[in-house]
């Protein structure tokens, strides 16, 4: 019952911005020409090796769930995806911490790290994903908040340099039709914001959200009647070695 009441009080974003944002060109050509320098913290560069100790002990396609929250959706893209390993990634412990209690896919790990630090890690190491997914990203929706965006941050490029087939999904359009226009301008070929209804997905776990919805707050927003919309792009290769 108190999880009804929840999904059917999801309110859409409200936003103080009408369209794409008018830096947004401005703002991806100068992180495109501007190395991103951050110390990386000891937490993600710890998780980031055992993890790359684990995949090296067995050579397999690496995907990415990137801000997976509660891994759900990790454990569903590691069971359609046997041939790869499927790495669910996100810096909260408590969100985490409410992962299904059953035992992970054995070609799944999840991991508390920033993921900031986790792709520039992966893209020093040259790591070449074969998918990565950012399933409702935090959206930022206020005009002077485009920086912390995906697509507005300094680690645009390293998402850009993992490569791979990159989905990203929102419930907000602006997010994904600026999404969409910054790989534009980086050059990269991209379907463009398509709008999109949950497909028939089915998983074997418990407490898995309800089928055909591939996480949490896609279900949350979807069965309070918010349009869903995505992005895709086969990713140039850029950090082959
Ligand atoms: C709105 S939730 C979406 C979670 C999940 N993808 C879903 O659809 O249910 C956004 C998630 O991004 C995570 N996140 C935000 N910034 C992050 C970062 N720098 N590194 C790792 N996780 C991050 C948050 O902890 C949160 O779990």
Redesign the pocket.
């Known amino acids: 019952m108190e999880n009804e009441q929840r999904v059917s009080d999801s309110r859409e974003i409200y936003s103080n911005q009408q369209g794409v944002h008018a830096n947004l060109e401005r703002i991806v050509l100068k992180h495109l020409n501007t190395e991103f320098k951050k110390p990386p913290a000891e937490h993600t560069v710890n998780a980031f090796n055992e993890l790359a100790e684990t995949i090296a002990a067995k050579p397999m396609p690496i995907i990415m769930?990137?801000?997976?929250?509660?891994g759900?959706?990790s454990r569903m893209i590691a069971e359609q995806h046997p041939h790869a390993w499927v790495l669910g990634?996100?810096?909260?412990s408590k969100?985490l911490g409410k992962e299904d209690q059953q035992p992970l896919p054995n070609n799944c790990l999840m991991a508390q790290?920033?993921?900031?630090d986790?792709w520039k890690l992966a893209v020093n190491a040259g790591w070449q994903l074969e998918k990565h997914y950012l399933?409702?990203?935090?959206p930022y929706p206020k005009s002077v908040q485009l920086k912390t965006r995906w697509h507005g941050h300094p680690a645009f490029v390293d998402i850009l340099r993992l490569g791979g087939t990159l989905e990203v999904?929102s419930n907000w359009k602006i997010y994904i039709e600026e999404f969409s226009q910054a790989l534009t301008i980086a050059g990269e070929t991209t379907a463009g914001c398509e709008e999109f209804e949950p497909q028939d997905i089915t998983s074997s776990g418990n407490n898995m959200p309800a089928k055909g919805y591939?996480?949490?707050?896609?279900r949350k927003y979807h069965q309070s009647g918010q349009s869903l919309y995505r992005c895709l792009s086969s990713l140039s290769l850029r950090n082959a070695r």
């Open positions: 769930d990137s801000c997976c929250g509660t759900f959706s990634l996100d810096r909260s969100r790290v920033d993921c900031i986790f399933l409702y990203p935090n999904r591939l996480t949490l707050f896609e």
